[in-house]
């Protein structure tokens, strides 16, 4: 036995002795090199990842084709955040999973400000318009036909964090001078079912919900896009969050990164946790199956270190729910 097996078995952290401790029905789906931050399943179950492992290096997608071995830079939809100077442009990338060339390609440059940080997408029932998330503090509206758009909410009160990031029992600690907290905006948005809500948080939580016809006819009524956050309810006191999704059912999931845990939103509001366990380590964009399960990917995101991630093996779990993924989910 070499010393890194004999070590990790002394610490008891063998993926074996892991999933004997794993909450029932949590299961490994795989066990990364790296830490990954999101998974996208197309229909035909081919896996997508997206990963970032350090603060300087960009992110990157990738195709899961072994166990262990992610190849091929390829991803369903592809969102550039461009964080660090890459190409130096933001952009939205649609790839045919067919062909595996790149079909659609949105400039964002235009849209942003100069704190924005694009972090999520989604799109409206139709599948011609997309809402992109700004952790600044705003949402973009792009009509996806013209590749023109709008930025709307940057001075409403729902799309700021009203209070810093928790992770395990803490607060977040930020980037900045020693004692800063990290505070992030409008991070996390999703899509009923329906088309007919579009809900969204800044990643301290605290959900909002509006309706999509308002959001859409923003992108020809600046009245209405300076005003939008008038039309914003609140919906849910959701926690500190790394990611979520939603089922076909409208039950919106989300990663809580203060209690490790799963929390479930109903369509009426109801929030309660469903599942918690220390495995679920920062547990970043989720994804919905056809066999009605959910896949977490725990990020390991440990906050704070310049690098930010521990070091593998990096778990994405699986958990059952009763509800397959939403028709119009990340369409
Ligand atoms: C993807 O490419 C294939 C082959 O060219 C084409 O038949 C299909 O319509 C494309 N899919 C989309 C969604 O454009
Ligand atoms: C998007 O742009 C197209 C082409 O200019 C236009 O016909 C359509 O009405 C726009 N959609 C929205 C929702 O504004
Ligand atoms: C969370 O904090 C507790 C108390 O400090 C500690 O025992 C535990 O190891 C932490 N869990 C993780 C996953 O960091
Ligand atoms: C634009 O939106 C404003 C605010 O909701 C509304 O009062 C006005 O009627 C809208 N204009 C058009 C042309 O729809
Ligand atoms: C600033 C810059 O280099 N932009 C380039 C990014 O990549 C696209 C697609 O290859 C080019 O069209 C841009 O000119």
Not at 123 to 144: Q, R
Not at 269 to 284: K, N, S
Request: hydrophobic fraction near 40%; charge should be negative; charged fraction near 15%.
């Amino acid at each position: 036995m070499t010393a890194k097996p004999l070590l990790l078995a002394l610490l008891g952290l063998t993926p074996l002795t892991l999933a004997t401790r794993l909450t029932p029905g949590l299961e490994i789906a795989h066990s990364l090199d790296l830490a990954t931050q999101g998974i996208s399943i197309s229909a035909d179950g081919r896996k997508f990842l997206s990963q970032r492992y350090s603060t300087t290096l960009p992110p990157q997608a990738v195709e899961l084709v072994q166990r262990k071995r992610p190849a091929l830079l390829t991803l369903q939809t592809l969102l550039d955040g461009g964080s660090t100077g890459v190409n130096g442009s933001t952009k939205l990338v649609g790839v045919n999973l067919t062909t595996n060339a790149v079909d659609k390609l949105y400039y964002l440059d235009a849209l942003q400000a100069s704190t924005s940080g694009i972090d999520d997408v989604r799109f409206n029932a139709a599948n011609t318009v997309a809402y992109l998330s700004d952790t600044a503090g705003a949402l973009l509206v792009l009509n996806m036909t013209s590749g023109t758009g709008v930025r709307v909410l940057s001075a409403d009160d729902s799309a700021q964090a009203f209070f810093p990031m928790m992770y395990n029992g803490t607060l977040v600690p930020g980037y900045g001078a020693p004692g800063s907290t990290l505070s992030v905006g409008l991070d996390q948005i999703e899509v009923s079912p329906d088309g007919v809500y579009l809900y969204y948080q800044p990643c301290n939580g605290g959900m909002y919900r509006i309706e999509t016809a308002y959001v859409d006819a923003a992108l020809g009524n600046a009245t209405l896009a300076e005003t939008l956050g008038d039309y914003a309810e609140p919906f849910a006191l959701t926690p500190s969050t790394g990611g979520t999704t939603i089922d076909g059912d409208g039950n919106i999931y989300v990663s809580d990164t203060n209690l490790l845990a799963i929390w479930k939103v109903t369509p009426e509001g109801r929030a309660t946790i469903l599942i918690q366990d220390e495995a679920l380590l920062w547990t970043d964009l989720v994804w919905v199956t056809a066999d009605k399960r959910l896949w977490l990917p725990a990020s390991q995101m440990r906050p704070g270190g310049s690098g930010l991630m521990a070091d593998g093996p990096n778990y994405i779990l699986t958990y059952p729910i009763e509800t397959g993924p939403s028709a119009i989910d990340h369409a």
